[in-house]
């Protein structure tokens, strides 16, 4: 009967019909392992194969079909050692042995696969995720290149500009793929990167950029709107705040109180000339930074105080 089921396997293989064969194979290895534990050698090692019988059934099926499979050996296991014992033959330490071997493999080879599956679906809930931040951010892309579309600077400043920007976001993903956590990353790393980014940018700069930033994580969708924010703030005072200034200066300053975060930077430049109204501002880089603050729900101010002071509280 066993030879027949193995060859009728083999057939629906060979038709392609692999999960008719996978479960034929099954139901074979069953009845096997059955029929050899009641009519094999009776010295009792027909026991080990259920172990392997689990873990067969556990590579093959679902859980819960492994579980059922479980509670079958189990019996049978039990049912075979009462027929030793009728007969007398049945030693205590095989009885123990058994039993707790069989309970042993079957609850390691449960938990293994459980924690397999629970990665795998991390997994997957990541690839979700990630896919879900690749389309934001190629709608941030699209939303700056709708801002640019009307700047009539030259396209030199506007390509520079935008790599910048570009380049923001990426090292927020840079320090996110190099990281353990895939929700949360240490913001004060990307900071860094972006201040020696714009630094390399502004050669002919000779501006001291003073860093009292706080060792802060930051989940990764208020990041990346932060990055942007932060890479416009500091671009625009190494770019208009010192024409003028003998020894400039940016302090910045990144804290976390609470539940809340603030983002301060201030230079000892000219300041502004008017009050800016964000909402109105005609300028790619506070509208972008308009735009991002009502992302985050971040409240955002700017003012003069010996120079230039932006604040990003959220």
Same mark, same amino acid.
């Given at each position: ?5 193995? =060859? ?9 019909? #692999? ?12 009845? $096997? ?30 859980? %819960? ?7 079958? +050996? ?10 030793? /014992?009728?007969? $007398? ?8 042995? +058994?039993?707790?071997?069989? !309970? ?14 629970? #990665? ?12 879900? %931040? ?18 009539? /600077?030259?396209?030199?400043?506007? @390509? ?6 570009? @380049? ?19 913001? /004060? ?10 630094? /390399?940018?502004?050669?002919? +700069?000779?501006?001291?950029? @003073? ?57 000892? $430049? ?10 109105? +501002?005609?300028?790619?880089? =506070? ?12 409240? !955002? ?14």
């Amino acid at each position: 009967m066993l030879i027949s089921f193995s =060859f009728l396997s083999m057939i629906l293989v060979w038709y392609g019909q #692999y999960q008719k064969a996978l479960i034929l194979t099954l139901f074979t290895v069953v009845v $096997g392992i059955t029929l050899g534990l009641f009519f094999g050698d009776p010295d009792g090692n027909a026991l080990y194969s259920f172990p392997i019988l689990v873990i067969i059934f556990l590579l093959f099926t679902s859980i %819960r079909t492994t579980i059922y499979i479980s509670i079958y +050996s189990f019996i049978l296991i039990f049912y075979f050692l009462y027929v030793l /014992s009728q007969r $007398g033959t049945l030693k205590t330490n095989f009885a123990v042995d +058994s039993i707790l071997g069989f !309970f042993f493999f079957t609850s390691i080879a449960l938990l293994t696969v459980n924690l397999l599956n629970s #990665y795998i679906k991390e997994k997957d809930e990541l690839i979700k995720e990630i896919h879900h %931040r690749v389309r934001n951010n190629l709608q941030v892309l699209s939303g700056l290149a709708d801002l640019h579309r009307n700047d009539k /600077s030259d396209s030199q400043k506007i @390509l520079f500009e935008f790599q910048n920007r570009i @380049l923001a976001m990426s090292e927020v993903h840079n320090y996110l793929y190099k990281s353990d956590n895939y929700h949360s990353i240490e913001f /004060s790393n990307v900071i860094e990167k972006i201040i020696e980014n714009l630094k /390399s940018k502004h050669k002919d +700069s000779n501006v001291t950029i @003073l860093n009292y930033i706080e060792k802060v994580d930051l989940p990764i969708e208020t990041a990346i709107p932060c990055a942007m924010i932060f890479n416009e703030l500091l671009n625009n005072s190494l770019t208009h705040a010192f024409k003028e200034s003998k020894d400039p200066n940016i302090e910045i300053h990144f804290s976390k109180s609470g539940e809340n975060y603030k983002l301060t930077l201030k230079d000892n $430049g000219v300041g502004m000339s008017a009050p800016i109204d964000l909402q109105k +501002s005609k300028t790619t880089g =506070f509208t972008l930074v308009y735009i991002l603050s009502k992302q985050i729900r971040a409240n !955002f101010k700017i003012f003069n105080d010996q120079g230039l002071v932006t604040v990003l509280e959220f």
